[in-house]
């Protein structure tokens, strides 16, 4: 049996929709409970639940006031009485053998969570829905699930043996939606449930995959993406601007909590998701291949090398870095020490420090892995936390590009990039390494 978990705030209408494709599903419906948790609607989303209590194992619940869908998720799965949870929003129009595809047997081999396809329909598709579902070839290239990725005959790979999820496997967590997710409850509650002070749109859900992808060991294995599995997400108004502009806190919330770089390349808004996905396993890589390289140039040969002032308070992020720049006014973010509260493993291109925090930021090495668009944001967030920053370029530690994500050897180049915007120069150099110091202009930027 499952149990279909669906939070509501107001979307009567939407909720009807999916209620009554439920009421239509190929498993029957003592196969399925339904449990609707209403957030403080206004609207009488009561009546709408009477309207299938006759035809669905249905249960409506209330919170008297408005905490959010996490909270109203967590609400809804503690009223449960099933051993498999079926994770839905009031805007989704469930295909006919949705329940059929979710179900599994209870403690059976194969993946914990279970990502469903979200369609995005147009208005013709939404006006067809209530007479049968459009064969797969009549979708528009809009309405597809982003999670699909074209098959090797260039066709969507929204179909089975598709490459579907595949690219995804190293950080699966990452798209889970709850509109259409399935987990078993013992799972659920292992983890801690959703994380109720999320109480706006936005980003609770990537919350809740990240823990479960935690609680086993950063196995991307443990999630599967069944594009059969399909849901309509039902046309609604959307402020965007609004949305996004209020989920702008979470991500540095989401650093702090759980300070790994995971998180950090997380991006806002969600579009460039399948280019973090993408480049995070040459990162790792390429974040081993420095750790285990003989060239490169350790913490106290750089401190001994750029001088900084004893009184001045710095920031290191590499390797083998707490054991040689421990004192009062250092802080850092050592790669080869085991990954805790107090010693994150983050890269610097999003960091929980408050601004000013330091007078320099020391990076070694991993920096030259970064592509642009992540090393531009290293340089922004350090320049937000400190006066100036230094990039240690070991000489010796080069990769070849064929590999994978190459690092940085041109400073000449690198220097011109960004010396239009920071005071950017070769500050030391020897045989063995070069240490780049950037700061903000004098002036206050050009």
Known sequence: MLSVIIPTHNQAECLNLTLTSLAGQSAGPDRFEVIVVDDASVQDVRAVVRRHEDELCLRYVRQASNKG????????????????????DADSYAAPDLIERHLRPAGGAGPEVVYGRRIEPSWGTFARLRQSLPPEDDLLPMEGDHRDLPRPDGDAGGAEGGRG?????????????????????DLYRRVGGFDESFVRWGYEDTDFTYRIYRHFGRDSSRFRYDPQAVCYHMPHFRDWATEWENTKPVLPYLVDKYRHYDVEFFTHPSDNHRRVARTLPFYEDCREFVRDHPSRVDAERVRKAVGLPEAASSLWIGFDVSATIASDRTTTIDHAAAHSPGNPHLFGVRTPYPDGSFDHVVHLDLWRMLTPIDLSALIMDSLRIAGAALLVQSKGLRRDHGEGIGLIDDLDYFLSMVGPRYDAAICYEDTEMAVVRLARHKDGGR
Do not use: C, E, I, K
């Not at 869908?69 to 839905?88: E, F, H, V, Y």
């Not at 690219?167 to 259409?180: I, K, L």
């Open 69 to 88: 869908r996490a909270a109203a998720r967590n609400l809804g799965a503690a009223q449960s009485q099933s051993d498999l949870l079926l994770l839905m």
């Open 165 to 185: 999820f595949d690219v995804y496997r190293r950080s699966a967590w990452m798209f889970g939606f709850t509109h259409n997710l399935s987990l078993p409850r």
